[in-house]
Every structure is written in C-alpha cells, then in structure tokens.
C-alpha cells in the first residue's frame, strides 16, 4: 500500500479552535444563567447533552462557566467603570461576553489579551446587538490597561 492509498486520519481540532468552541458555548450557558438562575452544574449537563463536545475544550468550558459566577462581582466592578451606561442597561448577551472577557483578563494570562479582546468582539458579532461588538471592544480596549496593564505597555512599545 503507497502512502497515497492509506485513509486520511480525520484531523484533530487544534487548541485555538476548540477554545473558540468553549467560548462559545459558555457565552451562550453564562447567558442562560443570568437570566433563568437554574443552577451551573444543571446547565452545564444540558449543554453537553445537547452539543457535541468532541471539538470542544471542555476543562475551559467547564471553567469559564464556574469561574465567571462566582467572580461576578469583582468582574463586574473591574469593567463598570469602562461602560458608557449603567451595568443594568447593558444588553444581556454583551454583558454575558463582557463578563467572560474579564474572567479570561483577569484569570488567564496565559491567553494574550489581544486574543481575548478579539474573540470578545468576534463572539459579540455572532451573538450581540447590530453594533453591540463596537461596544463589546470599546470596553475591553478600556480593560485590558487595567487589569493587563505591564503586557499592555509592553506592546505599545
């Protein structure tokens, strides 16, 4: 057998698209949790009987969903001063991403805050308002400095 007769091996997601899988998924199980209250743990089930997880990061998932409740307060305080409007005024699905953006801001320097302001902005066009990733991205370029703020330097320069 040659070596263009063997079958393809299916090709394994990468890490970056599997973490925009997880993302994804946990804007859309941070929502539902804003808004029914049910508990993370019965939500989190729900979600991974009705998707499929094979080409999602589901640790990141998993942390996303369980990290941004019990920080919601100091991830809220860390981005009001950011916003051009009340924390009750902001739209459901923004505050959702905002949330999570701060989470990954604040507890994941390991994912380069460039990236997460970008996947903040993509999620917030797929998700969001018509213009609700403008405002998704003003508030994370006001964030970033804040909670990133030696990375940040030292980029600009």
Same mark, same amino acid.
């Given at each position: ?33 804003? @808004? &029914?209250?049910?508990? #993370?743990?019965?939500? /989190?089930?729900?979600? %991974? =009987? *009705?998707?499929?997880?094979?080409? $999602? ?37 923004? @505050? &959702?991403?905002?949330? #999570?953006?701060?989470? /990954?801001?604040?507890? %994941? =320097? *390991?994912?380069?805050?460039?990236? $997460? ?41």
């Amino acid at each position: 057998m040659s070596e263009h007769d063997k079958p393809a091996k299916p090709a394994k997601p990468n890490k970056i698209a599997m973490r925009r899988k997880a993302r994804s998924l946990a804007v859309q199980a941070l929502y539902s949790w804003q @808004l &029914a209250g049910q508990p #993370l743990n019965e939500i /989190e089930a729900q979600f %991974r =009987v *009705d998707n499929d997880f094979s080409e $999602v990061d589901g640790a990141y998932f998993h942390e996303i969903l369980h990290g941004v409740p019990r920080l919601k307060s100091e991830l809220d305080e860390a981005f009001q001063p950011c916003l051009d409007r009340p924390l009750d005024e902001v739209d459901p699905v923004e @505050l &959702a991403i905002l949330r #999570l953006s701060a989470y /990954e801001l604040r507890n %994941r =320097v *390991d994912v380069p805050y460039r990236v $997460v302001i970008n996947e903040g902005i993509e999620l917030a066009k797929v998700y969001g308002a018509t213009d609700g990733h403008k405002f998704v991205n003003g508030v994370l370029d006001k964030l970033a400095p804040r909670l990133r703020g030696a990375e940040v330097r030292g980029k600009r320069s």
